[in-house]
Every structure is written in structure tokens, then in C-alpha cells.
């Protein structure tokens, strides 16, 4: 069994309406998940946004939260709805049309990591699979919950930066004769989770920082952006891809030499997101 599905870090006082997170940076494997895969300690490593919530790690200096999971994306995905299940790898698990996610091998519970490499062999249980959910994906929806609403009562609105990293070959192909390969794709499905206000903000910090942005292409948003994007409501919801190849060796999924030097940039760019919500009123009249 794991512990806590996720850290979070506090700042000594809220100053933003922000609230950073990072669902796929976990990475305490429970041994019985490491006793029953056919990959190895490497291999299934290969889903993680692997040191994103270091990379943030900065935003409680500068007034906003920043929750981050333990619990590995191999076990269960938090960008996922508790309902996707996968009747290819959970017993009794009910196929509900047609969701591409599913079909692929990644719904709540993966049955595949990186490159559709299977993980298990054989099925999962459905009360393994409802144990997951129950004592991971849910304390860590309702902590979601309970800091928006606490950005919500404090400021009158609320954003939520979704923060993840991309495998370098994702977007390597991505790049035209007119335009730069993205190092950073921002996902406010296409406008449906955040008010272009907050987006065009979000990117000036990227841009401001010398990286090349692009917005949802390769990647929209997924379970997270679409759950608690309300910009109708004040609340706001932006995924944040960055390319790996930037601070890790994507191969050992280990810090490369630009890390620290990533990091500090990343620190500014914080700091500039978290002046989104400095002044609430301006942006909740819009």
C-alpha cells in the first residue's frame, strides 16, 4: 500500500488565487505493484512527469499551493475520470462506448506505460481496482477541490495550472518552415477551461522566459482541464507540457546538467503565473 497520494506544499500565506499541480510526478511504486509488473524499475518509470513537481517546487514562495502526487501514473492516473475503466485489464470493468483513452491501455488504472508496453500479466481484481481509486484519486480530487474553493473565497476566482512534461519526440515533428518546435504546450481546450485572458497571461510568462510556446497541439487537456475549467465561474484551468529533453535524460529519467539552470528559469515564470490572481477583481469582471 502507499502512504499519502500526494504532497502538498502550502505558502506561509495565500497571496494568489493559483494553485499549481503536478498528477503525474509520483513516483513511490507499492512493491506489491513492483511484485506483479513484467517491466522492469526503469520501463514503468517511462509514464511519469518525472520531476515536474521539483520543477515547481517554487510556487509556495510566491503565495500559491502546490499539490503534487506520490502515487505513480503506472498505478493510477489523476488525470483520468474514476470511471474509466478498463475492461481489458479489470475483471467485471463495463466498456461505456467508445473512449480512445480506454481503448489505448490508459484509462484510471493503466494497463500500459510508454510505446504500449504492457505493465501487468493477466487482470486486475475490480476491488483492487476501486481500493486505488478510493484511497488515491479521490483525496487527491478533493484536496483539487477544497484549494479552489479556498482561492474562490479568498479572491473570487481561482486558477489551476496543471503542470506536466512531454517526451522530446512529441513535439519534434511539430515544427514547419514558418514556425519553431514547441518547448511548451499550454492545453485550455481550445478555449472551453480558461478565459483567453489568463491564457495569454500564462503564455507572456513562457515567452518572457525565451521559450517557444504553442497551445493545444499536440496536447488539449485532459480529465483535469475539462473538470475544473469554469471560466463562466471564475475558475480557470490551464495543462502546462514542457519538453523533457530540456532538464533529463529521457532514457535513464535522470537530471541532465541543464537542471538547475531549467529550474531557475522556471522560477521566474512561477512567480510571474502567480501574479494572475494578485488582483481578483480585474480579472473576475471579465
Same mark, same amino acid.
Given at each position: 500500500m502507499l502512504n499519502a497520494p500526494y504532497d502538498l506544499d502550502m505558502p506561509a500565506k495565500r497571496t494568489s488565487c493559483v494553485v499549481f499541480s503536478s498528477p503525474h510526478s509520483g513516483r513511490n511504486y507499492p512493491e506489491s505493484m513492483l511484485n506483479r509488473t513484467v517491466l522492469n524499475q526503469n520501463v514503468i518509470r517511462s509514464s511519469e512527469d518525472a520531476f515536474v513537481d521539483q520543477l515547481f517546487s517554487a510556487a509556495a514562495d510566491y503565495g500559491a499551493p502546490m499539490i503534487a502526487a506520490t502515487v505513480p501514473r503506472a498505478y493510477l492516473d489523476l488525470n483520468r475520470s474514476a470511471e474509466e475503466l478498463d475492461p481489458a485489464l479489470i475483471q467485471g470493468a463495463r466498456r461505456h462506448g467508445h473512449n480512445p483513452r480506454v481503448a489505448s491501455g490508459l484509462g484510471v488504472i493503466p494497463r500500459v506505460v510508454a510505446n504500449g508496453r504492457a505493465i501487468y500479466r493477466g487482470k486486475l481484481t475490480m476491488d483492487e481496482a476501486r481500493l486505488r481509486i478510493d484511497t488515491c484519486w479521490r483525496p487527491y480530487h478533493a484536496r483539487i477541490k477544497s484549494l479552489l474553493a479556498e482561492s474562490h473565497e479568498a479572491f473570487g476566482q481561482a486558477v489551476?495550472?496543471?503542470?506536466?512534461?512531454? $517526451?522530446?519526440?512529441?513535439?519534434?515533428?511539430?515544427?514547419?518552415?514558418?514556425?519553431?518546435?514547441?518547448?511548451?504546450?499550454?492545453?485550455?481546450?481550445?478555449?472551453?477551461?480558461?478565459?483567453?485572458?489568463?491564457?495569454?497571461?500564462?503564455?507572456?510568462?513562457?515567452?518572457?522566459?525565451?521559450?517557444?510556446?504553442?497551445?493545444?497541439?499536440?496536447?488539449?487537456?485532459?480529465?483535469?482541464?475539462?473538470?475544473?475549467?469554469?471560466?463562466?465561474?471564475?475558475?480557470?484551468?490551464?495543462?502546462?507540457?514542457?519538453?523533457?529533453?530540456?532538464?533529463?535524460?529521457?532514457?535513464?529519467?535522470?537530471?541532465?546538467?541543464?537542471?538547475?539552470?531549467?529550474?531557475?528559469?522556471?522560477?521566474?515564470?512561477?512567480?510571474?503565473?502567480?501574479?494572475?490572481?494578485?488582483? $481578483?477583481?480585474r480579472l473576475a469582471a471579465e
Open positions: 489551476l495550472v496543471d503542470c506536466h512534461s512531454m $517526451p522530446h519526440e512529441a513535439v519534434a515533428m511539430a515544427s514547419t518552415a514558418k514556425s519553431k518546435r514547441p518547448e511548451v504546450v499550454l492545453g485550455d481546450r481550445f478555449g472551453a477551461s480558461a478565459s483567453a485572458k489568463v491564457v495569454d497571461r500564462i503564455e507572456a510568462a513562457f515567452v518572457a522566459a525565451g521559450l517557444n510556446v504553442a497551445r493545444n497541439a499536440p496536447f488539449a487537456g485532459a480529465y483535469v482541464t475539462q473538470t475544473y475549467g469554469r471560466p463562466s465561474r471564475h475558475q480557470h484551468a490551464v495543462q502546462v507540457e514542457i519538453d523533457r529533453s530540456l532538464y533529463m535524460d529521457e532514457a535513464r529519467i535522470e537530471p541532465n546538467e541543464n537542471f538547475a539552470a531549467f529550474q531557475e528559469i522556471l522560477r521566474e515564470i512561477i512567480q510571474d503565473i502567480a501574479r494572475v490572481g494578485e488582483e $481578483p477583481l
